[in-house]
């Protein structure tokens, strides 16, 4: 049985008067006790490894992003509100359940635990998912940009094609529901005007995705810069790539009946519509380009500590 806390019955309740939903009957009900097992220290830990992780590698800013795990059918253990991602200990953490009420933990979980959970319930064999803010993906997601596919095996095998989500307010349920088209084929999606989330088996494998992202942007971004044409990987070659990551078990919107026509694409950075269909890109015009080059340009200036007016000489 487990001990009354009587620190946490105050954010319990808090958290009880803020977001109470009436449990759903088509799931079991949920067991605090998975919030005490072995699995579940042993998750708390790797949850907080990843969020340092998150924090050291600048994915992440002031209390930004959060982590979950789904522990059970109906219970995930997640970060918590108001916490830096650095400074997260095992016993910060917090359990709800698929509806979203408070089952265990002292601190209130996340506001964005919605999104998540929207997640796992769409995709049940989902088991943690990862949300944060890493720059150079963020910038694609900021312009409406999907990065193009077809210029490095790591990221066609373990991302893929990626989509855009449309904006909503961060937290809210309709922000949560933006996922939905797209997470059934794709782990990771971005958050137009807000971020990245990506889901895998664990917490480390959800951050992996991210890091594959993020690094993926920061390299077409520096190759925007030499001015020369980026080589692509032929679409045989490609089809060797897709049939590795099928037998891996990986999603991938190529693997559809809608998005096989797009796996012999040639790789073009793309703009993305409110209502684009992902992995379906439409091209960007010579003076959208000249654009995007001027401020992935000052952008790199600004990171090496030069100014606008270095730009300018160099024109």
Not at 42 to 49: D, G, N, S, T, Y
Not at 299 to 307: F, N, P, R, T
Request: charged fraction near 20%.
């Amino acid at each position: 049985m487990i001990k009354s806390d009587k620190k946490a019955a105050p954010a319990l309740r808090r958290v009880s008067a803020l977001r109470k939903v009436k449990p759903s009957l088509a799931r079991p009900p949920a067991n605090p006790r998975l919030f005490t097992t072995p699995e579940a220290r042993r998750i708390k830990r790797e949850i907080c490894a990843v969020g340092r992780k998150l924090w050291l590698r600048q994915f992440v800013d002031g209390n930004g992003g959060n982590i979950s795990f789904r522990i059970g059918a109906n219970e995930i253990i997640c970060t918590p509100t108001l916490l830096s991602k650095f400074d997260l200990r095992p016993k910060d953490l917090c359990m709800v359940d698929l509806d979203g009420n408070q089952i265990a933990g002292v601190k209130q979980a996340t506001s964005e635990i919605l999104l998540h959970l929207e997640i796992y319930k769409k995709v049940p064999h989902a088991r943690s998912a990862v949300h944060c803010h890493p720059p150079h993906a963020t910038a694609y997601a900021i312009t409406g940009l999907v990065p193009p596919n077809r210029i490095i095996p790591e990221f066609e095998i373990f991302v893929g094609k990626v989509a855009i989500a449309p904006y909503e307010t961060p937290g809210t349920t309709a922000f949560a529901r933006t996922v939905l088209p797209f997470v059934e084929h794709h782990n990771t999606v971005l958050l137009k005007n807000h971020g990245v989330v990506s889901w895998a088996e664990t917490p480390t494998l959800a951050e992996w995705n991210c890091e594959v992202l993020e690094t993926y942007c920061h390299i077409l971004s520096v190759a925007a810069l030499l001015g020369a044409p980026v080589a692509t990987i032929s679409a045989a070659k490609c089809a060797d790539l897709m049939a590795r990551k099928q037998r891996m078990g990986l999603p991938d919107i190529r693997f559809t009946a809608d998005g096989a026509a797009a796996q012999n694409q040639p790789a073009a950075a793309a703009r993305a519509p409110a209502n684009a269909i992902p992995g379906k890109p439409a091209k960007l015009s010579p003076r959208d380009l000249e654009a995007l080059v001027q401020r992935v340009t000052r952008a790199v200036l600004k990171e090496m500590g030069l100014g606008v007016t270095s730009l300018k000489s160099s024109a």
